[in-house]
């Protein structure tokens, strides 16, 4: 199964009592980003841009569960920065396993190998490590020659000691698509359990030749998921038919708050406007309705799975949609 039953069970007894409670806009994924502090310097990152005036500040291991708790999510994705450099990383994901959260632990994977003796053995986590092309593609947008045999040795290693792992792949303007057809081809023939693959967003002060165009999304994605090849997609399989532009779906930005050392990111994990103290300022005062594609510029090109993928778990309704879902989740 793709997702742990654990994980399908939550997520359903979740959504129930949202909706019992009658709320219309709650979170499901918390993107918690302890600091952004960062063992590399990758060409497409915007944290590194957004917050390099304060890079050197943290989150305290106490203010990270606080916000666990205010957002109540019952998944928590742990990304930055890179989370292995973030000193209490082992006590808070040890934290999250005793609260039943199922996790991402988002990772270069650079120091992910010696970590393994630290991180909790738990099937509600989910090591998910950056691969964005073969060995020059990705050394070349990591910046650091090596960093591409790191990752894959980190992966062996994880799953010969049984960690649950997935891949993260960021497709780029240069990307060639066939080039990710054999990254992951390999990736599976080595025993990673799931890819998640997202278009990367065009963040301010981030190179913009990076970026694609909607349209340029739709081909690369139709190429890349709509081949017939069976790779073991994360990734659900109506948000891709959204990459492919088969379907159209609006943000739930609200679905994935980003809680960070400036406080909570408003409106979304894509763009910053203003953080607030608490999160039940940011639901309360971040003004949604001027969010989201042809409402707000930088939104035009999105289709980011953080801001889409919510919309998928959300809107799925028709038993065509139930079938399409329980069936991938299943093989
Ligand atoms: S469309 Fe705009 S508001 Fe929605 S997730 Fe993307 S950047 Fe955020």
Known sequence: MRFPLALSFDLTRYLI???LQGKDKFPLVLMLEPTHQCNLACKGCGRIQEYRDTLGQSLTLEECLGAVEECGAPVVTITGGEPLIYPPVFELLQELVNRGKHIYLCSNAILMEKSLPRLPRSDHLTLSLHVD???????????????FNLAIKAIKAAKAQGFRVCTNTTIYQETD?????ILFSYLGHIGVDGLLVSPAYSFAGVNDELFMSREEIKAKFTYLTGNG??????????YLSFLRGERDYECTPWAS??????????????????????????????????????????CAQCMMHSGFEPTVVREMGGLADIWTMLRWNIT
């Open 17 to 19: 009592k949202m909706r």
């Open 133 to 147: 092309g073969l060995a020059p593609t990705h050394d070349r947008i990591l910046g650091r020659p090596g960093v």
């Open 177 to 181: 698509p066939q080039e990710i057809e």
């Open 229 to 238: 090849l069976n790779f073991k997609f994360f990734s659900t399989p109506l």
């Open 257 to 298: 708050p980003t809680r960070n050392p400036m406080g909570w990111r408003s409106p979304c994990y894509e763009i910053v406007d203003t953080h607030y103290p608490t999160f039940a300022e940011m639901m309360a005062q971040t003004r949604w309705e001027n969010y989201g594609v042809g409402r707000d510029p930088r």
